[in-house]
Structures are given as C-alpha cells and as structure tokens.
C-alpha cells in the first residue's frame, strides 16, 4: 500500500489532516512512526513556499511520499497580517497560542469593527523523485474581541464564521472538516492521491503532477 507521510510535528495539525485523509486507500503516516525529528526553516515568500520545503524536507527524509502544509490567518484592517507570520505573530519568542490572540485583538483595537480576515492553507505533495503538487483552500471570516469555543488551536476561538454564527473552535469536528481552509485544501489533494495510488501501481514512477488551486 503507498504511504503518505504528513510533514508535521503539530498534534492539532495531524489530528485534522489524519481525520480528513482518513478514507483514502493510502496508508497514512507520521514523523513520529518513523523517529523523524526535524525542523525545517520556512522562510519561503508565500504559503505554497513553506508547504514545499516541509514536503521535499520529510520525503527525503524518509524516502516517502509526503505532505507539507503552511497556513496563516490574513486580517484585512491590518493589510493582511498576520499571514506568513502567523504562528510567530508575537513579541515574546516564547508566546503560546493564547498570547497570539491577545497580540492580534490588542493591533486590532483601533481598528473599525468587523474585523473581516481569511484562513489560508497551501498544501504542497513532494515526491522523492522530486515532483511536487500544490492546493490551496481559503475560509472567510471575521475576528472577534472574546474567545468562544474550546475546540481546534491558534487563532480558531477568534475567528468567527457568520454563515454558521460559530467561531472555528465551536464547531464540531466533522463541520469544521467541511468548511476549514486546512479541509478544503486537502479535499483537493485527496482526489489527487487517489489518481496517483492508481497509476503508481503501474508505473515506476508517478504521474505529472498538477498544480491545483480552490480558493473558494
């Protein structure tokens, strides 16, 4: 059975990728499964530029097909920031999740409400022969100044989607698969792996791969 490796050491991020992969005829497996220890600098320009490193980094790491994803929240009153530095938006190095959000309300006070902002995930498959393909997946919504929810991480118990009236973390598992930037990206993934788990079983190498982009 073909293996998949997820290039990442972050539990709420295995556990959502995992879940979401989870019907695929493809054995799914993680860094830990093989003592994979590594830390790859992102220091890429754009999101699918991170997913890449992370992705080549793990599959030639491990010989293993594997998939990197970077994400980052954009709020349109601070001209899309956090973004690329969403996981370090903070003064303090040592700043937890918690003190993220109180950093991002804190910029956002002199601001006009609503606070309109995005989740952005890129998703990069890296190949050990080298080819890489790219999806993308986007979800609208808007920054709120108190924390509801105790599900999901990060900014999830600020970030408020007004079609459901649930903030990302008050959303059950299953609806936040469905409607998370993370879920859309690997939607789109999830018909290419299937695509390759076929041919792969008759080629010696893999198909082309595509790049592919939803940003709905």
């Known amino acids: 059975m073909l293996k998949l490796l997820l290039a990442s050491q972050n539990p ?4 959502e990728m995992k879940f979401i992969l989870r019907d695929l005829p493809i054995q799914i497996v993680t860094p830990a499964d093989f003592s994979i220890h590594l830390h790859v600098e992102e220091n890429g320009k754009t999101y699918a530029e991170n997913a890449a490193l992370k992705a080549k980094a793990f599959s030639q790491a491990s010989g293993l097909m594997a998939l990197g994803d970077d994400s980052g929240l ?3 009153a601070l001209d899309g920031a956090p973004g690329l530095h969403s996981a370090r938006y903070a003064p303090n190095p040592n700043a937890d ?3 993220r959000r109180d950093f991002l309300l804190k910029n956002l006070l002199p601001h006009p409400r ?4 995005r989740f952005r995930t890129a998703i990069a498959i890296a190949h050990p022969g080298g080819e890489i393909h790219f999806t993308e997946g986007t979800c609208e919504g808007e920054i709120i100044p108190e924390e509801r929810g105790t599900g999901g991480f990060g900014y999830d118990p600020i970030f408020y989607i007004p079609k459901t009236g649930c903030t990302m973390a008050e959303l059950e ?3 936040k698969n469905r409607l998370s930037h993370r879920a859309k990206a690997l939607e789109k993934a999830k018909e290419f792996l299937e695509y390759a788990n076929i041919l792969w079983g008759i ?14």
């Open 12 to 15: 709420g991020k295995l556990r």
């Open 74 to 76: 954009e709020v349109d």
């Open 97 to 99: 999740d918690g003190d």
């Open 114 to 117: 609503p606070w309109t902002a």
């Open 173 to 175: 598992e299953d609806e």
């Open 203 to 216: 080629h010696s190498r893999p198909p082309s791969l595509r790049q592919a982009q939803d940003n709905a």
